[in-house]
């Protein structure tokens, strides 16, 4: 029985599962849920998949797990991906920055995204002490980051893995709400590679902006 992953193609979470399911080789059933429409949050989708009304989520027979990191984890593990480290240490790395990344990390991107673009589409006025927050937040963990990464292609070790989706996950929107990310020349310099060196990750950027500036100019939002 096939995998179904229920998600939105404008999703930087989605985007983190359908990549690392391409890398492994899992073949998937990709089931559209228009976020902009709301699909997410009929009572049918509440009560079968995720309760939090989000995405994206796994339907494996009659195993339903949802958060993109733990759909990640799942899937590696039935495989025996390397994506999950190759060691005992560096497995316990990656969990640490996949944990870290949904902590202090994707978590303020996503509140930036949507004061900037969400607000912006519904006509409301961004909060600018919230934005002032988010972005706080976002620069004292990519410091942490930028560090961590001088001299490094990898967030682990010296091959791709799990962790690195996660911490990329912001850089899906990086030109729509602007995360600040620029000023981190370490960080960008690692998500450089990973466009260049992982084509599956370049592959879902292109995915990612087209759904999201489609999306835009059809409601004449210009960001």
């Known amino acids: 029985m096939t995998i179904k992953i229920f998600g939105d193609a404008g999703s930087g979470s989605l985007r983190r599962v359908t990549t690392a399911a391409k890398i492994m080789g899992i073949e998937i059933e990709r089931v559209n849920v228009d976020l902009f429409k709301g699909e997410s949050q009929t009572e049918a989708f509440r009560s079968r998949l995720n309760p939090h009304g989000l995405t994206p989520v796994l339907e494996d027979g009659d195993f339903i797990l949802y958060e993109a990191a733990a759909i990640n984890l799942y899937l590696a593990g039935k495989v025996n991906s390397p994506l999950l480290g190759t060691t005992e240490k560096e497995r316990l790395e990656v969990l640490q920055w996949m944990f870290w990344s949904g902590e202090q990390w994707r978590i303020f991107a996503t509140t930036l995204f949507d004061e900037r673009v969400g607000k912006t589409v519904m006509g409301l006025p961004q909060d600018e002490a919230v934005v002032a927050f988010a ?47 620029r000023d981190y020349p370490n960080l960008m310099a690692w998500h450089d590679n990973l466009l260049q060196s992982v084509p599956e990750w370049a592959q879902t950027k292109a995915e990612v902006d087209h759904r999201i500036d489609s999306f835009l100019a059809s409601v004449g939002v210009t960001l």
């Open 135 to 181: 972005e706080g937040k976002m620069r004292a963990a990519a410091k942490v980051l930028d560090k961590h990464l001088e001299g490094r292609k990898f967030m682990v070790g010296q091959a791709l893995t799990l962790a690195d989706f996660d911490v990329a996950g912001p850089f899906s929107q990086i030109d729509r709400s602007r995360p600040p990310l």
